[in-house]
C-alpha cells in the first residue's frame, strides 16, 4: 500500500502530506432549526428540520413602497360677502319737504349703489327753527319724501328698514339749513371677489 501512494505521488507530481487527524469540538453547536412545510391547504404538514431550504427570492426581496394616495384637497371656506355702509344726505328747502333738483340729482347718484342695498335707513332732520311739533311732522315728511322717490327708482319695499324723525337738530349756528335734511344708512352687500 505504501509503495502504491509512492508510486501515485509520483506520478501525479504532487508531494502528499500526512493527513492530520480531525479534532472534535468539545462542545456540541446547536444548528437552528426551521420549520419545513409539505402540501398545501387542509393536507399541509409542517415538522422542524436543520437543513431546510434557504428564503427564496421572493421572500428576501424588500416589500414595495407603501401606496400613498392622493389626499382630497380641503375645500376652502366660503368667501363672506363684503358689507360697507355709506351715508349720504338729500338736502331741503327751509320749511319744506318738496326734492328740489339738486336733491334729485343727490338720489341719481345713488343709482349704481341700489341694486346692491340690502337694507336702507332713513331718518328725516330738521333745524331748531319752528315749534317740535311742527318740526317732527316736517322731519317725518322729508323721510317719507325720499322712501317715495326710492320706490319710484325701483327699490324693493323690504329693503327700507326704518323710517326715523330726529328734529331740532342743536348744532351752531341756531338756524342750520345743513340739519335740513334726510339721511340715507345704506346697507350695502356685495358678492365676495
Do not use: Y
Request: charged letters at 20%; hydrophobic letters at 40%.
Amino acid at each position: 500500500m505504501r509503495v502504491g501512494l509512492a508510486w501515485c505521488a509520483l506520478l501525479s507530481g504532487c508531494v502528499m502530506q500526512p493527513a492530520e487527524p480531525v479534532s472534535k469540538p468539545a462542545t456540541p453547536v446547536s444548528i437552528p432549526l426551521g420549520i419545513a412545510q409539505s402540501g398545501h391547504g387542509p393536507e399541509a404538514v409542517f415538522r422542524l428540520c436543520s437543513d431546510c431550504p434557504g428564503p427564496s427570492r421572493k421572500v428576501l426581496a424588500a416589500p414595495p413602497p407603501p401606496i400613498r394616495l392622493a389626499e382630497a384637497p380641503k375645500p376652502k371656506p366660503p368667501l363672506q360677502p363684503r358689507q360697507e355702509h355709506i351715508t349720504r344726505a338729500v338736502h331741503f328747502p327751509f320749511a319744506s319737504a318738496q326734492l328740489t333738483t339738486q336733491a334729485r340729482q343727490e338720489l341719481d347718484s345713488l343709482k349704481a349703489l341700489l341694486p346692491d342695498a340690502r337694507t336702507i335707513t332713513l331718518t328725516g332732520n330738521t333745524d331748531r327753527v319752528g315749534t317740535p311739533a311742527f318740526n317732527r311732522r316736517l322731519a317725518a315728511r322729508r323721510a317719507k319724501t325720499v322712501k317715495q322717490a326710492l320706490l319710484d327708482m325701483g327699490v324693493p319695499h323690504e329693503h327700507i328698514a326704518r323710517v326715523e324723525v330726529r328734529c331740532c337738530v342743536d348744532d351752531p349756528p341756531r338756524i342750520n339749513p345743513s340739519a335740513r335734511r334726510t339721511d340715507l344708512d345704506i346697507l350695502i352687500v356685495k358678492p365676495a371677489p
